[in-house]
């Protein structure tokens, strides 16, 4: 059973940059496609970015610019750095795992394996 840990949230102001951590429990994270999500009170879950297993990276269009995912694997931890930040991006974040199909890497539903979330709060 693969666990995610996120951490990085917290309160932060328009313009600043955050970088989220994924940390994940075994190096098998390594064979997973791996993604992040949030989801804003009252909103459903999205998607913000992607890093498949062959390397390949995908960004939400509207936040392209803004985000950058990468991963360490000597740490198991997989990172996302948001700059720019906008009160909208207010959210949970979330971080996933598994053997998706590529149609599905942007659903939420093509993943197995969840994090419990980082609050992130971005005041004007």
């Known amino acids: 059973q693969l666990q995610l840990v996120e951490s990085g949230g917290g309160l932060a102001q328009t313009g600043d940059s955050l970088t989220l951590s994924c940390a994940t429990s075994?190096?098998?994270?390594?064979?997973?496609?791996m993604a992040w999500f949030r989801q804003a009170p009252g909103k459903e879950r999205e998607f913000v970015a992607a890093?498949?297993?062959?390397?390949?990276?995908y960004y939400e269009d509207s936040m392209k610019g803004c985000l950058t995912i990468s991963r360490d694997n000597a740490k198991n931890t997989m990172y996302l750095q948001i700059n720019s930040l906008k009160p909208d991006d207010t959210a949970v974040y979330f971080c996933?795992?598994?053997?998706?199909?590529?149609?599905?890497?942007?659903?939420?539903?093509?993943?197995?394996?969840w994090g419990q979330g980082t609050q992130v709060t971005v005041s004007s």
């Open positions: 075994q190096g098998s994270f390594r064979q997973k496609d």
């Open positions: 996933a795992a598994g053997v998706v199909i590529l149609s599905r890497t942007r659903e939420p539903s093509g993943y197995a394996y």
């Open positions: 890093r498949r297993r062959d390397g390949h990276l």
